[in-house]
């Protein structure tokens, strides 16, 4: 990442080699969260990556952030169903250190899962490890109590973890995700074929296992006579901090702490680990099939270190579950957001420019669970906060369920409308009615200004009408383009003039709501084909129609490259649509709900202008370009 240029291990000047590039030293960095990188300082003596910086693209049956959390207000990225937050874990996990003797039921249906899991890989002859993640705090004394509670739950006589409820929770779990399902939401197809891909066992297969690893006592790993680790077709429960703490038995000679085999015992060996800051920091947890997580972490980049699942699951892709709280799961899907705006920030930029030239932007958000910053205040004490609307879609997440509130809302698009001038319908989208060339000052005042942008105490850009304003008058942009979002087959129709009416689109929910509640938290707003509905396409070069149809099979991704080749590089678009207030979640989905409103909402989308389209807020962090470039860094006399 950054050429170091004549300096030792101390990052002084090396002696006699003030003039010339001493090469003797490339220092290449290779992170996951490289947020204080970016924003901790930028001189030349630093570590900053001045001279280049690029993204790894991993393969196609990579379970990442994006994959697995799935990206706000991106249908092209749904998530994976794969995360339960049906219980509370971070309550769940405070009654366990508090000395709670209850049997939490979120960690019995984790514990079961695994248990079930491990039964799977023993049938199908698997011999290397399978694991499961208890991760919920940073203090020694938890790990032991919750370790305790694990092995209380395992308890042969204890009547908790036993075959039937195995049995229950098998046949729940392994219906939220199937072959078929993978393969439809991870982004851009997963990389294996839906046939080929190991699909769930009858529970009659596995009982046989299940029935035999209950029969062991659930332990920590004993120790030989040789001083040898030794392990046994039970479950090894291990407490992986540096208190040496150990679960109580009979055994004179144990380890507490995670040490797998070192070769194969012929059968699939069964750990769970339970720690904290151990399993942040490099620790690899082979064969992770279950994860319970909670841990309320402000800082981005450590909640990142800490998701142990991200990876690959060979031959296991259908088994791997987490179990977390509401709250950590929008955390991480926030993390999700940040991390892919970065990435579309340097697969855009890094092929022209340098960092030093122009250094990275890392998206600002607002507090949904625990977060509260990407890294922490010392790790980018150089950064700046900066508006940069640039290559920006913003859409409204969350709309008022309140009739008065969207009739007013819909008296201001028809008249809004009314104003805009002639519209046709969409050659790209047939349905959808298109204004063109909509001058800037009607935009703002009949519409932006007029419209009630109430999101509930959720920032996004519309937030920053002001700023977005000063933003556009000092750039040279055209007018704008207007579509309203239509689905035809819809026989319920918002009526914005006497001879033009739309069919009204379905959105679901992220969160179930009852119809008391006064915000909806819309799941994805915008249809990926809107985005470049104002595109002519019969106007384009045949060379350019060639390169705009090869991009449609993934318009989400790729819209802002298909509206440069089809002339509207730096036409600003915006998007309306009438949501019915009777939408319907699809069938079978888990983590989307009903709308279940009391009246039919409009939804806004705009997509504004940039060599690349990114999804993110008004406000960056990113460290001043003059710090980077070595300029003169004293304050200019007025």
């Known amino acids: 990442m950054q050429m170091v240029n004549n300096t030792g291990r101390s990052g002084k000047k090396s002696s006699g080699a003030a003039n010339y590039d001493y090469g003797a030293m490339n220092y290449v960095c290779y992170t996951a ?53 049906e219980f509370s874990v971070d309550n769940e996990a405070r009654a366990i250190c508090r000395g709670s003797e209850q049997a939490q039921p979120g960690l019995v249906e984790a514990l079961c899962w695994f248990v079930c899991c491990v039964g799977v890989q023993r049938f199908r002859g698997y011999t290397k490890p399978v694991s499961m993640l208890v991760h919920t705090s940073m203090r020694k004394d938890d790990h032991k109590k919750m370790a305790e509670a694990i092995q209380y739950c395992l308890g042969r006589n204890n009547g908790i973890i036993t075959v039937s ?27 294996i074929n839906e046939k080929e891909i190991n699909g769930y066992l009858e529970f009659s297969a596995i009982k046989p296992h299940i029935e035999e690893l209950l029969e062991f006592n659930a332990s920590n790993i004993q120790i030989n006579e ?63 099939v279950s994860s319970y997580f909670g841990r309320s972490v402000k800082q981005m980049d450590t909640l990142i270190q800490m998701g142990r699942w991200f990876g690959y699951r060979p ?52 507090k949904v669970g625990y977060l509260v910053d990407v890294t922490a205040a010392n790790k980018r004490r150089a ?26 809302n819909m008296r201001v698009v028809r008249d809004f409308l009314a104003k805009a001038g002639k519209w046709e319908y969409s050659s790209i989208q047939k349905s959808d009615p298109v204004w063109r060339n909509v001058p800037n000052e009607t935009v703002f005042k009949e519409f932006m200004e007029r419209f009630d942008f109430d999101q509930g105490g959720d920032r996004n850009g519309f937030s920053e009408i002001g700023e977005l304003k000063k933003w556009m008058k000092n750039r040279d942009l055209s007018n704008w383009n207007v579509v309203f979002g239509s689905v035809d087959s819809n ?56 390169e705009f149809d090869s991009l449609k099979s993934k318009i989400s991704q790729n819209s802002g490259r ?20 009777d939408s319907k979640a699809r069938a079978g989905s888990t983590r989307r709900y009903d709308l279940n409103a009391k009246t039919d909402m409009i939804g806004v989308c705009v997509v504004l202008p940039s060599d690349t389209k990114e999804t993110a807020e008004a406000k960056y962090l990113h460290i001043p370009k003059r710090m980077v470039s070595g300029e003169d860094l004293t304050d200019d006399e007025d």
């Not at 892709?317 to 999700?336: G, V």
């Open 33 to 85: 969260t490289p947020y204080a990188n970016f924003l901790s300082e930028g001189s030349e003596e630093s570590l900053y990556p001045r001279n280049f910086i690029t993204v790894l693209r991993p393969p196609n049956t990579y379970f990442g952030q994006t994959e697995i959390f799935g990206l706000p207000d991106q249908d092209w990225a749904p998530g994976l169903n794969i995360v339960s937050t």
């Open 165 to 191: 409820r195995c049995q229950a929770v098998y046949d729940k779990v392994k219906s939220f995700i199937s072959a078929a399902d993978l393969c439809r939401d991870y982004p851009g197809g997963f990389g």
């Open 226 to 288: 040789e001083g040898e680790p030794k392990y046994h077709r039970g479950i090894h429960i291990c407490i992986d901090n540096s208190s040496g703490d150990t679960l109580p038995g009979d055994w004179e000679s144990v380890m507490p702490r995670l040490i797998y085999p070192k070769k194969e015992l012929g059968f699939a060996t069964a750990f769970i680990v339970v720690g904290g800051n151990t399993l942040s920091r490099g620790l690899t947890i082979e064969g992770l």
């Open 315 to 366: 031959g296991y892709e259908l088994l791997l579950r987490i179990w977390m709280s509401e709250k950590t799961y929008d955390d991480f899907q926030l993390s999700a957001d940040v991390d892919y705006a970065l990435r579309s920030f340097i697969r855009s930029y890094y092929d022209i420019y340098t960092p030093e030239e122009f250094p990275p932007l890392v998206k600002k958000f607002s």
């Open 383 to 408: 950064a700046v906060e900066d508006f940069d609307f640039s290559g920006q879609t913003i859409s409204t997440p969350s709309l008022v369920d309140d009739e008065d509130f969207q009739e007013s």
């Open 491 to 546: 026989e319920k129709k918002f009526e914005i003039s006497g001879n033009l009416e739309v069919g009204m689109i379905s959105r679901s929910v992220r969160k179930k709501r009852s119809k008391n509640d006064r915000y909806a938290m819309i799941a994805s707003l915008s249809n990926p084909s809107d985005l470049i509905a104002d595109v002519v396409r019969d106007s384009l070069s045949p060379e350019n129609k060639k």
């Open 562 to 581: 298909m509206r440069i080749i089809a002339g509207l590089g730096n036409t600003p678009l915006l998007i309306l649509y009438c949501i019915d207030k």
